[in-house]
């Protein structure tokens, strides 16, 4: 889920802009024989009636002449989030027994005139009033701006897989506070929510396989690692990913800066989660949570979203001076309107904000550390967006450490300056749905990069998710896309998408659905430079599945130092309670550390028990960290050599590479510290290279 848009003014406009970031925050009758029942993309029957999918053509599948596969990736979409928010935020179903009449109503409070659709109305998908009549009229939704209605009917997926998508991210979402905030069906736990939300998944997929004939031959197809994934694509079908963005997984909340949750909360809720078949998640979305701290929304948004996080948290934003030259959004306007304002305890204010501290000072909690190195041990993949810059460049860090390549940016929602740190660790990136003009213009700051390491671009749809998507720009735009077209590939033609009575063009209606995301690709390549990203896009399908194997096969680097005797040249004394011992920074335990005496000239060292070949040396640093050190190695703890140096240290983690070489004996000797205690570090951690 990601930016909204907001109209209206004074009170109105302020009630509008907490719906929509609290919303951000995360966010019958029988079949009838199918059109065309005898070629393998299409059905022996669909529910009747349904919706038509006017693509024409056999779907392309199978590789490349050197071996790679074709196709777009959605990398980050919502399919299920009307069954996430409590039920009654977005209306309507993905599928239903009973077909489109069925699936596509509206909310029951939406009827008879859509007064009653607060959300809706105050979301600006329309003026207080909206027909709540889905089938077969449609008349006024789903819309580009209509921010509370079905967007991802399993006929406008299929129009989408037909139109040369070949990866779908479907992120199970969504929020406990929200849900609590609206009407709803069941109750707000997030964990339940995204349980029913995986069920729901594998509902369609078998709903769509009855279509088929039976189990395995439909063309929806949720896939568990990246083989399954290559070989549906290359069957010419469309392999689904289960991901989870929600603001308090595995009930890691964060109250008065209090973690809800422990370690074992987080290894079980993994263990759940990697067993549903989820291989990429967010740790903490919108709201700071026991996990990360969220890069801000921007805006009376993000005055909005922070009112939501004091609501869940107890807690406003805090902010500080970036390190560095990433940056978090400035959250917005000092001065809070009224109608926010009574939305808090009496004699609580939203505070207000130096303007050159931009950076969330909650960064990457040892519990979402925890978190990150147990999606590692399962071969997960991390989603980057909403964490705060102070936590997205810790986890790179970790990643880094461990040379890592699962990381994913989603839908534009990290700072851009992190990129090529992503496509160096052999992650992968996607924009998101901008409208055609704008997609290009972003795709075009990191053009090079992309060519620099061969990967290819995805985007980021997220339909569902109450982000806005573009709109019209009018028939006689010099973009405008000429009905019928043909796909990427040239072996299928799409024309105007048809459900019920409404006819959908995008031109005059905007990216209404996701069934309209070929025609929002062809607008690109009608748009100048368009051809080319579309060429990129083609190779999305590719880069994502190299990204998600490389992650697969990575083995953790093994300690060669654990277990061994430390000694160090000083330890702190001065506290009799707490042990800051040598043997504290090779322990297993970050929240135990070896600590010097305040002086510069300090050194910390292992007995590797044998000689043995090193070649990396990864530092977690305390907030005492030596800005001057050398890595320094010994055949027999006497005489010393130095493998590595720097006199540019900045703390946090930090990873020494240097030609492996055989060596006894290893010495952190601090030349220089940062601060005006000593040295401190949580673990050290020796490898081969």
Not at 178 to 199: F, T, V, W
Request: charged content about 20%; glycine content about 12%; hydrophobic content about 35%.
């Amino acid at each position: 889920m990601t930016r909204p848009t907001t109209r209206g003014a004074g009170g109105r406009f302020a009630v509008v802009s907490l719906f929509i970031a609290l919303a951000t925050v995360v966010f019958g009758a029988g079949p009838v024989p199918a059109a065309d029942a005898g070629s393998w993309w299409e059905p022996t029957a669909r529910p009747a009636p349904d919706s038509q999918i006017n693509v024409t053509g056999a779907p392309f599948k199978g590789t490349t002449a050197d071996g790679k596969v074709r196709g777009f990736v959605d990398a980050h979409n919502h399919l299920m989030s009307n069954e996430g928010f409590g039920g009654r935020m977005i209306c309507g179903q993905t599928f239903s027994e009973g077909g489109a009449p069925e699936a596509l109503k509206d909310c029951p409070e939406h009827y008879p005139d859509g007064s009653g659709a607060l959300f809706e109305h105050l979301t600006g998908g329309d003026n207080g009033k909206h027909d709540p009549v889905g089938w077969p009229t449609f008349k006024d939704w789903p819309a580009h701006n209509s921010l509370s209605h079905q967007q991802n009917y399993y006929a406008w997926v299929e129009r989408a897989w037909r139109g040369g998508q070949r990866v779908l991210v479907n992120d199970l979402v969504t929020n406990g506070l929200i849900c609590s905030l609206l009407p709803r069906d069941r109750g707000c736990d997030e964990m339940d929510a995204i349980r029913l939300e995986a069920r729901k998944s594998y509902e369609l997929q078998d709903y769509v396989d009855r279509m088929y004939g039976g189990p395995g031959k439909g063309w929806f197809r949720i896939v568990t690692d990246s083989a399954q994934a290559r070989s549906v694509i290359e069957q010419g079908k469309l392999a689904v990913v289960l991901g989870v963005e929600t603001s308090e997984p595995f009930g890691c909340k964060m109250i008065l800066d209090i973690a809800q949750c422990s370690q074992a909360d987080i290894d079980k809720g993994l263990d759940e989660l990697h067993s549903l078949g989820v291989r990429s998640m967010f740790l903490c979305h919108k709201f700071d949570n026991a996990l990360c701290g969220v890069r801000f929304d921007s805006g009376t948004t993000g005055v909005a979203v922070n009112v939501g996080q004091f609501l869940s948290t107890g807690t406003f934003w805090a902010t500080e001076r970036c390190a560095g030259p990433q940056h978090d959004n400035p959250i917005g306007l000092a001065t809070v309107l009224p109608a926010l304002a009574e939305k808090l305890p009496a004699g609580v204010s939203v505070p207000s904000y130096a303007s050159d501290a931009r950076c969330n000072t909650r960064g990457l909690t040892r519990l979402g550390e925890y978190a990150l190195k147990g999606m590692m041990q399962r071969g997960m993949m991390l989603e980057l967006d909403h964490m705060s810059v102070k936590a997205a460049g810790r986890a790179l860090d970790i990643l880094e450490a461990e040379e890592y390549p699962g990381v994913i940016s989603s839908h534009s929602w990290m700072d851009l300056d992190w990129t090529e740190r992503v496509y160096r660790l052999g992650g992968f990136v996607a924009e998101y749905m901008h409208n055609a003009q704008g997609f290009i213009g972003e795709a075009g700051q990191k053009a090079e990069l992309r060519k620099k390491y061969g990967v290819g671009l995805g985007y980021g749809t997220d339909m569902n998710g109450v982000g806005g998507w573009p709109g019209p720009v009018g028939a006689d735009a010099p973009n405008a896309v000429k009905y019928p077209f043909k796909s990427f590939d040239g072996g299928s033609v799409l024309d105007r998408q048809v459900t019920g009575q409404r006819t959908w063009d995008l031109n005059t209606d905007g990216a209404a659905h996701n069934g309209l995301v070929p025609d929002w690709i062809e607008q690109i390549r009608l748009t100048p430079g368009g051809p080319g990203v579309v060429g990129e896009l083609a190779n999305g399908a590719e880069s994502y599945l190299t990204t998600w194997k490389s992650t697969e096969k990575h083995e953790m680097g093994v300690n060669i130092a654990a277990g061994q005797p430390t000694s160090a040249s000083t330890s702190e004394w001065w506290n009799p309670f707490v042990n800051y011992s040598p043997g504290r920074a090779l322990d297993g335990d970050t929240g135990t550390r070896w600590a010097s005496e305040w002086s510069d000239d300090q050194w910390w060292q292992v007995d590797l028990g044998s000689v043995r070949r090193v070649g990396r040396v990864t530092l977690d640093w305390e907030r005492a960290y030596a800005r001057a050190y050398r890595i320094e190695l010994s055949d027999d703890g006497s005489t010393w050599r130095t493998a590595w140096s720097t006199d540019s240290g900045d703390g946090g983690y930090d990873t020494a590479e240097f030609p492996s070489q055989s060596a006894r004996y290893l010495r952190v000797h601090g030349a220089g510290r940062a601060t005006g205690w000593g040295y401190s570090l949580y673990e050290v951690k020796v490898t081969r290279s």
